[in-house]
């Protein structure tokens, strides 16, 4: 990464550049981010080529190319410019090394990382194949590793199955050794060029060699066309799979579909991959860039452009978006709306109003836009919040304003939503889908048809929900697929509304009837149980333990239930139980007979003093939201605020409705869904 010099451009777009990631004779690629906050690579032609049709042609190739393919393994596009003024294209920013810098800087891929490798790659190219394009320059340098699998890169080249050779006199066809011998003869190409391209590639990772080398291009183009592959530095277990790749003769290779089948990951690849030096390398790769951003300073462009509104109906003329099995109809129309911006943190109400106890001013609302009756947490995330809608479904409303931004008639409004990066989360829809969707845009990423009718927990690998059916199923995130389904023991089926976290291998279900179990995330075999007495209370995971509430506030290690310590409570009813734990500093923190209470993580030692108590009539089975310098729990008289870590109270925002309130926070906000209204107000 390097700083913009003396003759880069300040803006291309929406996007405020910021550093320099790359650049090479056609142009420079940049870092950008637009007005949501949100990073993109931003690759932009040299204004003295921009007259050269070739080369103008071939960008405008790449984006074209680019917007085609919907795969999950290549960058996505986000944005271009090909037509009048300097060309650019943007795309997904994706920090994490190249193949080719990788090998260098760690050696050649370990079994289970090229098995992964090799299985991600070929299920990519069917997917380009699969949108009528050959890649034509898969190679080291145009596959990005990042946390969530390899990535592709770089449609330059890329052409329809149907479309002529790009070569002309003196011009390269692609990098030498990596293109197929029919390309090196300048010959008319087919979706198996990009196969022995593949072959190339998954021999130079396994083996740190390039399998066709020389002393100059003519003599490694000589050995593609004529030589036999140098396969001897590949271990025995791949290298009669990858030898096919590399047939001279196109119709002789495998297809990607029959390469992916060969190299099916096995569990455990992706959490090894996930876990190795490449994964540290890979994270030290993300810090950076968000030191880099964070050193830059925020964007100035905080205010929200103009946007379009979004409603889950069939647009003529839309974009349709990948769904497994098909099921997902309603997604079809074009979410591409203009993202919203992040407000700026809420911190310029009158301290006054909190020093006296009073409840400060609403940011905004209340607005009667949510769901009536028990519903689930809203999510606040990247500048909105998500919530039941009151007709049906899911809406966004801006969090800087509460204007509205998108809705999903067709999603579940009573499964529950999760969080599932900085900019996107899972939701269910009417039909049983799990999706994944964009918080900005309410845009889906993938669908799996499940027979959802709850969501439960996630971690790095899997959804956990709760089906139709009274079942427990696991959801696999890496290839979007049931992965196993058990049944759900009583106290845990989905009328009871059961509380999970998953973490450690380990799913952990509190139930209604006080009985928490684990199950392995491997397979649904449950590994334990205890019964807390009183439930759900959601369990807190940290590292190796897992801390519950009920009668006892329990820590147990989570891989065998082993109890580490309990702390007993004066606990004659549910009201005056452990509620949900949370976590800080190697603090347990949990409310006890209304009470909020610190028990050392370690062993278990408490401080009994407490807090300013919360009137509640039942257990507090969620952990309280925490946001800035705020403890926020819901209880009879409404909503009470606590300075964190938990002391004296605050302040309560009062309701009289008599339901509960359920809510969120981000940005010095907390977000309260209360009998059908959405309010935001501050926090400190």
Same mark, same amino acid.
């Given at each position: 990464?390097?700083?913009?010099?003396?003759?880069?451009?300040?803006?291309?777009?929406?996007?405020?550049?910021?550093?320099?990631?790359?650049?090479?004779?056609?142009?420079?690629?940049?870092?950008?981010?637009?007005?949501?906050?949100?990073? $993109?690579?931003?690759?932009?032609?040299?204004?003295? /080529?921009?007259?050269?049709? &070739?080369?103008?042609?071939?960008?405008?190739?790449?984006?074209?190319?680019?917007?085609?393919?919907?795969?999950?393994?290549?960058?996505?596009?986000?944005?271009?410019?090909?037509?009048?003024?300097?060309?650019?294209?943007?795309?997904?920013?994706?920090?994490?090394?190249?193949?080719?810098?990788?090998?260098?800087?760690?050696?050649?891929?370990?079994?289970?990382?090229?098995?992964?490798? @090799?299985?991600?790659?070929?299920?990519?190219?069917?997917?380009?194949?699969?949108?009528?394009?050959?890649?034509?320059?898969?190679?080291?340098?145009?596959?990005?590793?990042?946390?969530?699998?390899?990535?592709?890169?770089?449609?330059?080249?890329?052409?329809?199955?149907?479309? %002529?050779?790009?070569?002309?006199?003196?011009?390269?066809?692609?990098?030498?050794?990596?293109?197929?011998?029919?390309?090196?003869?300048?010959?008319?190409?087919?979706?198996?060029?990009?196969?022995?391209?593949?072959?190339?590639?998954?021999?130079?990772?396994?083996?740190?060699?390039?399998?066709?080398?020389?002393?100059?291009?003519?003599?490694?183009?000589?050995? *593609?066309?004529?030589?036999?592959?140098?396969?001897?530095?590949?271990?025995?277990?791949?290298?009669?799979?990858?030898?096919?790749?590399?047939?001279?003769?196109?119709?002789?290779?495998?297809?990607?579909?029959?390469?992916?089948?060969?190299?099916? @990951?096995? !569990?455990?690849?992706?959490? &090894?991959?996930?876990?190795?030096? %490449?994964?540290?390398?890979?994270?030290?790769?993300?810090?950076?860039?968000?030191?880099?951003?964070?050193?830059?300073?925020?964007?100035?462009?905080?205010?929200?452009?103009?946007?379009?509104?979004?409603?889950?109906? /069939?647009?003529?003329?839309?974009?349709?978006?990948?769904?497994?099995?098909?099921?997902?109809?309603?997604?079809?129309?074009?979410?591409?709306?203009?993202?919203?911006?992040?407000?700026?943190?809420?911190?310029?109400? $009158?301290?006054?109003?909190?020093? =006296?106890?009073?409840?400060?001013?609403?940011?905004?609302?209340?607005?009667?836009?949510?769901?009536?009756?028990?519903?689930?947490?809203?999510?606040?995330?990247?500048?909105?919040?998500?919530?039941?809608?009151?007709?049906?479904?899911?809406?966004?409303?801006?969090?800087?304003?509460?204007?509205?931004?998108? #809705?999903?008639?067709?999603?579940?409004?009573?499964?529950?939503?999760?969080?599932?990066?900085?900019?996107?989360?899972?939701?269910?829809?009417?039909?049983?889908?799990?999706?994944? /969707?964009? $918080?900005?845009?309410?845009?889906? +990423?993938?669908?799996?048809?499940?027979?959802?009718?709850?969501? +439960?927990?996630?971690?790095?690998?899997?959804?956990?929900? /709760?089906?139709?059916?009274?079942?427990?199923?696991?959801?696999?995130?890496?290839?979007?697929?049931?992965?196993?389904?058990?049944?759900?023991?009583?106290?845990?089926?989905?009328?009871?509304?059961?509380?999970? @976290?998953?973490?450690?291998? #380990?799913?952990?279900?509190?139930?209604?009837?006080?009985?928490?179990?684990?199950?392995?995330?491997?397979?649904?075999?449950?590994?334990? #149980?205890?019964?807390?007495?009183?439930?759900?209370?959601?369990?807190?995971?940290? !590292?190796?333990?897992?801390?519950?509430?009920?009668?006892?506030?329990?820590?147990?290690?989570?891989?065998?239930?082993?109890? #580490?310590?309990?702390?007993?409570?004066? $606990?004659?009813?549910?009201?005056?139980?452990?509620?949900?734990?949370?976590?800080?500093?190697? *603090?347990?923190?949990?409310?006890?007979?209304?009470?909020?209470?610190?028990?050392?993580?370690?062993?278990?030692?408490?401080?009994?003093?407490?807090? =300013?108590?919360?009137?509640?009539?039942?257990?507090?089975?969620?952990?309280?939201?925490?946001?800035?310098?705020?403890?926020?729990?819901?209880?009879?008289?409404?909503?009470?605020?606590?300075?964190?870590?938990?002391?004296?109270?605050?302040?309560?925002?009062?309701?009289?409705?008599?339901?509960?309130?359920?809510?969120?926070?981000?940005?010095?906000?907390?977000?309260?869904?209360?009998?059908?209204?959405?309010?935001?107000?501050?926090?400190?």
């Amino acid at each position: 990464m390097q700083p913009l010099g003396p003759g880069d451009p300040l803006r291309l777009g929406p996007y405020r550049l910021l550093g320099v990631l790359g650049a090479g004779g056609m142009g420079r690629v940049y870092l950008g981010q637009d007005g949501a906050g949100r990073t $993109a690579a931003v690759k932009v032609l040299h204004p003295a /080529l921009t007259n050269d049709h &070739n080369l103008a042609q071939r960008f405008v190739r790449e984006a074209q190319a680019a917007r085609t393919v919907t795969s999950r393994g290549v960058a996505r596009l986000l944005d271009a410019q090909t037509e009048a003024g300097r060309l650019w294209i943007s795309t997904e920013f994706l920090a994490g090394p190249t193949l080719d810098s990788a090998v260098e800087k760690h050696g050649p891929l370990d079994e289970s990382a090229l098995r992964y490798l @090799a299985h991600s790659l070929a299920r990519t190219l069917s997917d380009i194949h699969r949108a009528g394009l050959i890649h034509r320059d898969i190679k080291p340098s145009n596959i990005v590793l990042t946390s969530t699998g390899p990535r592709v890169i770089d449609f330059g080249i890329a052409r329809p199955e149907h479309g %002529l050779t790009l070569t002309t006199t003196g011009q390269a066809p692609a990098t030498p050794g990596y293109g197929a011998p029919e390309q090196v003869l300048g010959q008319r190409v087919g979706p198996s060029a990009d196969v022995f391209s593949l072959g190339a590639v998954l021999a130079y990772a396994a083996s740190g060699r390039r399998t066709f080398d020389g002393a100059h291009i003519a003599a490694v183009q000589y050995e *593609v066309v004529h030589g036999e592959p140098q396969l001897n530095l590949v271990p025995q277990q791949f290298r009669s799979l990858i030898e096919p790749l590399l047939s001279k003769v196109p119709g002789n290779r495998p297809l990607p579909e029959q390469i992916a089948r060969v190299f099916t @990951a096995r !569990r455990g690849d992706e959490k &090894n991959w996930r876990t190795s030096a %490449l994964a540290s390398d890979i994270k030290d790769r993300e810090a950076e860039v968000t030191r880099f951003v964070t050193a830059v300073g925020p964007t100035a462009e905080r205010q929200p452009s103009r946007r379009r509104f979004l409603v889950a109906s /069939l647009v003529a003329g839309g974009v349709a978006l990948t769904a497994v099995g098909g099921s997902a109809a309603w997604w079809m129309n074009n979410r591409r709306g203009e993202p919203v911006a992040i407000p700026p943190d809420a911190d310029s109400v $009158a301290y006054d109003e909190y020093a =006296d106890g009073r409840s400060p001013r609403p940011l905004w609302g209340p607005l009667s836009v949510a769901a009536r009756g028990t519903v689930p947490q809203p999510l606040a995330m990247h500048g909105v919040v998500i919530f039941s809608a009151r007709d049906s479904g899911l809406a966004a409303h801006q969090a800087v304003d509460g204007k509205a931004v998108w #809705r999903l008639p067709e999603a579940s409004g009573t499964a529950g939503t999760l969080q599932l990066s900085e900019a996107d989360f899972i939701a269910v829809t009417d039909k049983g889908e799990v999706v994944s /969707l964009n $918080a900005s845009t309410g845009e889906q +990423l993938w669908a799996v048809p499940a027979d959802a009718e709850r969501l +439960l927990a996630l971690d790095e690998s899997c959804v956990y929900v /709760l089906t139709r059916a009274d079942e427990i199923r696991a959801v696999e995130m890496s290839e979007p697929k049931p992965l196993w389904t058990v049944k759900a023991p009583e106290g845990m089926q989905t009328a009871d509304r059961p509380l999970a @976290a998953a973490g450690g291998e #380990r799913l952990v279900i509190s139930g209604s009837n006080g009985v928490v179990i684990a199950l392995s995330t491997d397979s649904g075999r449950e590994v334990w #149980r205890r019964s807390q007495g009183w439930g759900p209370a959601m369990p807190a995971i940290d !590292r190796s333990s897992v801390y519950l509430g009920g009668t006892d506030l329990a820590a147990l290690m989570l891989a065998d239930g082993t109890e #580490r310590w309990t702390v007993s409570g004066y $606990a004659s009813s549910p009201v005056d139980g452990w509620g949900a734990p949370w976590l800080k500093e190697q *603090v347990v923190y949990s409310f006890n007979g209304g009470r909020a209470q610190s028990v050392r993580m370690s062993n278990g030692d408490t401080d009994m003093r407490g807090t =300013d108590s919360v009137e509640s009539d039942v257990m507090i089975a969620l952990p309280p939201v925490i946001e800035g310098r705020s403890v926020l729990v819901d209880g009879v008289e409404g909503v009470s605020v606590f300075h964190d870590p938990p002391s004296r109270l605050a302040w309560v925002y009062r309701s009289d409705t008599g339901t509960p309130t359920v809510m969120a926070g981000s940005g010095r906000r907390v977000f309260l869904v209360n009998d059908g209204n959405l309010t935001a107000v501050p926090v400190l």
